[in-house]
């Protein structure tokens, strides 16, 4: 740590009150100066109003760099600083500390800059990912042509007065519900002496005896199948193999070409590498490593995956496992090893660096979306992506997902695309509840679930910016803007961007009548809880499957984690197809009363 950081946080005093944390990072301040000052040359920063005393500091920051200036002019404005690091500014302009003062207004400003771009109240023209957030948006002509169509889809009114009382009415419902668990008293959703929510653990489900020999009848019928094998038979079942195109446009395929490909799935899927792979095969690495990289890319395997899909959908035993109209979401974290430019160092899951994989599941057990995404974001910017991505004829309606994947941003915006987000959210009862009304009026009509909402909705706030959070949710229907890209932006913006706090008002109005739904059903508790075990059920596979000693990705990780994901997949599809042809009519077992339990 610097001198400046020793004298910023003092030996005898108190702790400054982020305990220390700017202190700390000033000790990088010489790191930092080896590439900020040719950031700021090289780069043009712009933004709103809200911004303007922030663009004014790095404007002087770019001066002082130029001329090699040390001391920071007085009237630089410091507006941006938050209340946490003031003390540090204020301490050193007292002690006339020049060095330390500067090297702390420097840190805050591009630390501030840095959350600016993340939020959107600072751009760069011309970028694609901090371009003027308003480019995600549809423009307002385009919008006004497509608006009554947006609603007509989405099944939302085109006036806030009408959407706001249609909310109002679902809430006063959920409500309703809610109210009539607490009046029991006796349930697993009932409120303590001191009036405090209290909400129990489902109890386990009562497995029938008849499933538990179902199951292991099915399982001892179920032959053994070398995934090679597996690989073989099914890409005469559904062609998927005719899905890995060359990436020169190359029309001629050789007879050993699903060979050779084949053994580059499996040699990702199952962590053994290129290298071991040939060795076990006979296969030379020259040609495994030609195959991959001319063959196996991202497009290639989202086609694949696609044809797997679709075969699984036509199976007759597929709708017995669900309507394929829910879905979850869940992520899985790998280490790595090698350089990667999406792996991230995370000292609570990873020994050095590692990646997480976000993958979404239906009922079905099918598979129609995984994502690489970085270990230190946050999973519930990436729930939307592949449900609007979907490429299948699959009709998602519903998604859960647990508490990672929850935020009031992504509650809105499930509403307002005419989804319902269903997520197992931890310490239920201990969110802040939103009613529409005067508490008195609240409590009048629900004398018990009434004192649980604790907070009154801004209708104002919603409704005058309803036709902009259409708009919003209208450019990710149209695929104007990618869902994390924007949910990202809207969760880390704070109360001054005025869409977002609607869009947040909104999504915890949507919370409220969802909680109030879950914890009045227990069937609907049940029923998401199942899910959810259905997406952790392929986690579990992929490890069985990954059976290599070294359970890591090398790079370049994205080609790899797709690999990865596909051979579980077909697993799962012949798995599927093989329980079809067992549970036919004339094998001895009721397959549409005693499946079920499965």
Not at 199 to 205: D, R, V
Not at 264 to 280: F, K, Q, Y
Not at 438 to 450: D, I, N
Request: hydrophobic content about 40%; overall charge neutral.
């Amino acid at each position: 740590m610097g001198t400046a950081a020793c004298g910023a946080v003092g030996r005898t005093g108190p702790l400054p009150r982020d305990h220390g944390h700017l202190a700390a990072l000033e000790g990088s301040y010489g790191y930092l100066r080896q590439f900020t000052p040719q950031v700021l040359e090289a780069v043009t920063f712009a933004g709103g109003t809200a911004a303007a005393g922030l663009l004014e500091a790095v404007q002087i920051l770019q001066e002082l760099n130029a001329t090699g200036a040390r001391k920071v002019p007085e009237d630089a404005p410091t507006g941006f600083v938050p209340a946490r690091w003031c003390g540090y500014l204020e301490t050193a302009a007292k002690t006339g500390n020049i060095t330390a003062y500067r090297h702390y207004w420097e840190l805050c400003t591009l630390l501030a800059l840095r959350d600016g771009l993340r939020t959107g109240d600072v751009f760069v023209p011309g970028s694609r990912r901090y371009c003027d957030p308003a480019a995600y948006l549809l423009t307002p002509d385009t919008w006004a042509d497509q608006r009554v169509e947006f609603c007509r889809l989405v099944g939302k009114p085109v006036g806030p007065d009408a959407a706001l009382a249609q909310v109002q009415d679902e809430l006063h419902t959920a409500l309703a519900g809610l109210e009539q668990t607490l009046a029991e008293g006796d349930g697993p959703v009932r409120l303590d002496e001191a009036g405090e929510l209290v909400i129990s653990p489902l109890s386990a489900e009562d497995v029938p005896a008849e499933a538990v020999a179902l199951k292991a009848e099915l399982t001892e019928m179920l032959p053994f199948a070398p995934i090679v094998s597996l690989l073989i038979e099914l890409d005469k079942r559904t062609g998927f193999l005719d899905c890995f195109t060359h990436a020169g446009g190359r029309q001629t395929r050789s007879t050993e070409l699903k060979r050779n490909l084949i053994a580059v799935l499996i040699s990702g899927s199952t962590n053994l590498g290129l290298t071991r792979m040939a060795d076990a095969c006979g296969i030379s690495y020259d040609i495994l490593a030609w195959t991959a990289e001319w063959y196996v890319r991202e497009e290639t395997l989202r086609a694949a995956n696609l044809a797997l899909t679709g075969y699984h959908r036509k199976l007759p035993l597929t709708p017995v496992f669900g309507t394929g109209t829910l879905s979850s979401s869940d992520g899985q974290r790998f280490p790595t090893r090698g350089k990667s430019v999406t792996a991230r160092a995370l000292s609570r899951y990873f020994a050095h660096e590692g990646l997480s994989t976000y993958t979404h599941v239906t009922d079905q057990h099918t598979t129609y979306g995984t994502k690489i995404i970085v270990a230190t974001k946050r999973e519930a910017h990436y729930v939307l992506d592949e449900i609007l991505g979907n490429a299948t004829d699959i009709p998602i309606t519903e998604h859960a997902t647990d508490t990672h994947g929850v935020t009031l941003v992504n509650f809105a915006l499930f509403d307002l695309l005419g989804l319902q987000l269903s997520p197992r959210i931890r310490d239920l009862g201990k969110i802040t509840l939103y009613r529409t009304g005067q508490k008195s009026e609240t409590e009048s009509v629900f004398p018990l679930a009434g004192p649980l909402l604790t907070r009154r909705c801004n209708l104002d706030l919603i409704a005058g910016h309803y036709d902009e959070l259409l708009r919003l949710a209208g450019s990710l229907k149209f695929g104007h803007a990618t869902a994390s890209l924007l949910v990202g932006k809207l969760s880390a913006s704070g109360r001054q961007n005025a869409l977002a706090a609607a869009l947040k008002e909104y999504g915890a109005l949507r919370r409220t009548i969802y909680a109030a739904r879950y914890l009045a059903d227990p069937a609907y508790r049940r029923k998401i809880s199942r899910q959810l075990n259905k997406g952790v059920s392929r986690p579990a596979l992929k490890r069985d499957v990954l059976y290599a000693p070294c359970r890591d990705y090398p790079g370049p990780p994205p080609a790899t984690t797709n690999r990865t994901g596909l051979v579980p997949h077909a697993r799962h599809e012949r798995r599927g197809d093989l329980d079809n042809g067992i549970l036919r009519p004339g094998c001895g077992i009721d397959a549409p009363d005693r499946a079920a339990h499965r």
